[in-house]
């Protein structure tokens, strides 16, 4: 079988006062716990030296279930009918066993897990609690069955008795009773000499009225119990468990019906205080180092841990827990619990001495980049800090997610502590703090995180609302933010007029925030400077304007041409002028055909007439303008010229079949019973386009129309066709010509195509 260990807590517990305990909020349960397979649960010995842990049945019980110190089982020793309490010798070498139900004390041997001998305890006695002490081995039993003169009724017959395990022959002593039930037994660590009784019942001495004794000390020294101090302090609901300190110096009581565990002073029994812990105590176990871990079964059950004379609770697991139901490895680095009522189970509770710790942080948000800040924090715990403890930190920011581990930081006496730090950049800063525990403490963690933004800044900029060109002026302004600026800041300030923008300068920043700039704006018209001021780790970047009405004289530009009309692709000669402008005489030329994009012809200086000429072809209706960009003294200025085109027409004959000369004109010859085909083609090309056709007949001195077509349309490749039909004269000189339209203007007439008839 196999126990299971209990997680670790991590509550904190704070309380101030020696007597009362505040108690923290619980863990959740541990982890299922398994059973240790007896029917009940009696009494539990822990033996570091064969690293052992013994668990007894009590009265129904017939054997010893044993298990290593982590909880697993190793054996089960069969065969105790009735094993209840046990005691380890003081060699470690036997665990002496109390036999309820088998009238004696059995020895077992804590290396072999064996019965080594029995020793009866005498007739009619039960044996319940064991004790070694004094050189010989004492326990507490029941007897028969009394009647007593000041109690009608019969009470169980309780009392001490001791096997002296001396002698070459152990013998076995039995005191008269002077307890109702038999009591609990403690033995003195420090002093051998000594064992402690305690009732587990109510008071009624043994066939008399008197009370019997609450808690008793017994001088076995001298192998006889003689009382040596005695209490009759009520103990609400009978002691369940009890131990003395390591030192010797206190007896811790376990009372099931008080709130905590009650102490007296040892050897005499004087109340000591009490560990209250709220709810009633049935198991109590202390550690070497005199930490005192208790448990109970009530409503609000838990194991609690106080340290040493403590007052409040250092550490506390949710949980049942069975009457002497808690036991200390011996280092103290384990607290072994069993509880599981009518099903014991067993819970081991690792480094139980730890108290619950809580760490928290405290960070300024939002943080300032470039700026130092505290980052502080508190762990809380019911015991101090011991010095020179200290915590980890890790710092994770953008630049570094991987984390950078910070100098340790030292944690003051009452959990206090704080550093300082200095981010680089804007964004969330995160630490982790860590504190690695301590035999008093349990380690603790927390994160927090601080979001860095930069301040807000804020520059002023003025300047005078109107200025002339060419004269110097000054910008000013102020820089402020909330949150003070570092020695060295500077002002940039750039000047953007119609053309470009400009750096100016850059103007210091004095102690109080101001600034100032002198300027002279090169450029007429509205003139803007921008204040900028360009951020640094701690403030934001910030910019201000402030505008100059700079006047101008206004510049007188002008654009002509050679003509204005131009045949397709002709060579257009455009001439730019520039009036007085004394500097910057640089023009530009621009050229946008009808439906097509504006397009720079040429850029360049003006003579000294003022004239910048170019050319330029012309394939159609184009809009020339010329531009000056203006400069300190003059507004820019612009002027623009359409110019058209128009279409030419060639005309020719078709179907001839010579030619013949007459002075200068050659005539194309026809046969008179022929019909010329007259061609013109129109250029550009134009499909669909009206064409007329002009004959005419040289007679009486001049050249007479004879005929006339007036529209025919361009067809393929933009031409128009005419035929011209007889009868036709023979010998007459006649001619055609055609036009591009029916109101045709300049450029749009053919010239004249001559022929004539022959027979």
């Known amino acids: 079988m196999r126990f299971s260990k209990a997680p670790t807590a991590v509550a904190t517990a704070v309380a101030a006062g020696m007597i009362s305990a505040v108690l923290p909020v619980l863990p959740a349960s541990a982890d299922a716990s398994v059973s240790l397979g007896l029917p009940g649960y009696a009494h539990m010995v822990v033996d570091a030296a064969h690293h052992h842990i013994f668990f007894s049945g009590g009265y129904h019980g017939d054997a010893v279930v044993v298990t290593d110190l982590d ?24 665990l002496y066993v109390a036999l309820a139900r088998g009238g004696a004390v ?5 290396a072999s897990l064996t019965e080594s001998t029995r020793y009866r305890t005498g007739g009619g006695s039960s044996p319940r609690y064991v004790e070694p002490a004094g050189g010989r081995i004492w326990f507490s039993y029941t007897g028969k069955a009394r009647t007593y003169t000041g109690n009608a009724g019969t009470v169980p017959d309780g009392g001490l008795g001791s096997v002296d395990v001396g002698r070459g022959t152990p013998s076995v002593t039995r005191q008269a009773p002077a307890w109702r039930d038999a009591p609990v037994l403690a033995a003195d660590p420090a002093d051998p000499g000594k064992v402690v009784a305690a009732g587990t019942g109510a008071n009624a ?22 009382e040596s101090a005695v209490t009759r302090a009520a103990v609400g609901g009978g002691v369940s468990d009890m131990t003395v300190t390591p030192d010797g110096a206190d007896l811790l009581v376990a009372a099931a019906a008080g709130d905590g565990v009650l102490r007296y002073r040892m050897p005499d029994l004087a109340a000591d205080g009490a560990y209250r812990t709220g709810s009633g105590a049935g198991s109590v176990a202390v550690a070497p180092d005199g930490t005192v871990a208790t448990g109970g079964s009530g409503r609000d059950a838990r194991v609690a841990v106080v340290g040493s004379g403590a007052s409040a609770v250092r550490r506390a697991y949710r949980g049942w827990n069975a009457p002497a139901g808690l036991a200390w490895d ?92 200095t981010a680089t950049a804007p964004g969330d800063v995160s630490y982790q ?78 102690a109080d925030g101001s600034w100032s700039l002198a300027t002279t704006p090169a450029t007429g018209g509205p003139v803007t400077y921008t204040a900028a001021y360009p951020g640094d780790v701690s403030h934001d970047a ?16 002008a654009v002509t041409t050679d003509a204005s009309a131009y045949a397709p692709d002709a060579l257009a000669t455009v001439t730019a002028h520039l009036g007085t402008p004394d500097d910057g005489r640089t023009v530009s030329v621009w050229a946008q055909p009808s439906g097509g994009t504006k397009t720079l012809v040429k850029t360049g200086a003006v003579d000294a007439h003022g004239d910048l000429v170019v050319t330029y072809h012309v394939t159609t209706a184009t809009t020339f303008s010329v531009t000056y960009p203006g400069n300190r003294r003059y507004t820019p200025a612009s002027a623009t010229r359409t110019v058209r085109t128009y279409a030419t027409v060639s005309d020719s004959l078709r179907g001839y079949y010579t030619t013949v000369r007459s002075g200068s004109t050659t005539y194309a010859v026809y046969h008179r019973t022929a019909d010329p085909l007259q061609s013109a083609v129109v250029s550009p090309a134009k499909d669909g386009a009206c064409v007329a056709f002009t004959v005419q007949e040289w007679y009486d001195h001049a050249w007479r129309t004879i005929a006339s077509a007036g529209c025919v ?47």
Not at 205 to 224: F, H, K, M, Q, R
Not at 365 to 372: L, M, T
Request: aromatic residues 4%; glycine residues 12%.
């Open 71 to 94: 909880g697993t089982g190793v054996t089960t020793i069969a065969g105790e009918p009735g094993a209840d309490g046990m005691a380890l010798s003081p060699d470690g070498g036997t």
């Open 106 to 110: 059995a020895a077992i041997d804590t």
């Open 205 to 226: 001495d043994a066939g008399s009225d008197a009370a019997e004794p609450t808690l008793e000390v017994y001088d076995v020294s001298s192998g006889s119990a003689v």
């Open 330 to 421: 011996p280092d103290g680095s384990r607290l072994y619990a069993v509880g599981g009522g009518g099903d014991p189970a067993l819970t081991v509770y690792d480094s139980p001495e730890q108290g619950d710790n809580t760490l928290t942080l405290r960070a300024p948000s939002p943080g300032v980049p470039g700026r130092q800040y505290t980052v502080g924090g508190r762990m809380t715990s019911v015991e101090p800090f011991a010095a020179g403890q200290t915590v980890h930190v890790t710092r994770t920011d953008a630049a570094d997610p991987d984390g950078t581990e910070l100098p340790d930081v030292a944690v003051a006496s009452d959990g206090t502590f704080s550093f300082t730090d």
């Open 433 to 510: 703090v860590s504190y690695d525990g301590d035999p008093l403490h349990l380690p603790a963690q927390a994160t927090a995180s601080i979001g860095m933004v930069r301040a807000a800044a804020t520059v002023s900029a003025h300047a005078p609302g109107t200025a002339p060109a060419g004269h110097r002026l000054t910008v000013s302004g102020a820089l402020s933010s909330p949150v003070p600026f570092a020695a060295g800041q500077s002002v940039e300030v750039r000047a953007t007029d119609a053309r470009h923008t400009v750096t100016v300068g850059t103007a210091d920043v004095d």
């Open 542 to 557: 910030t910019s201000r304007t402030a505008t100059v009405h700079v006047t101008r004289t206004p510049a007188a530009v």
């Open 713 to 759: 349309r361009t067809g393929t490749a933009s031409t128009a066709l005419a035929r011209l039909t007889g009868p036709h004269p023979i010998g007459a000189h006649l001619r055609f010509r055609a036009a591009y339209g029916r109101t045709a203007g300049h450029g749009s007439r053919g010239s004249w195509v001559t022929f004539e008839f022959r027979a």
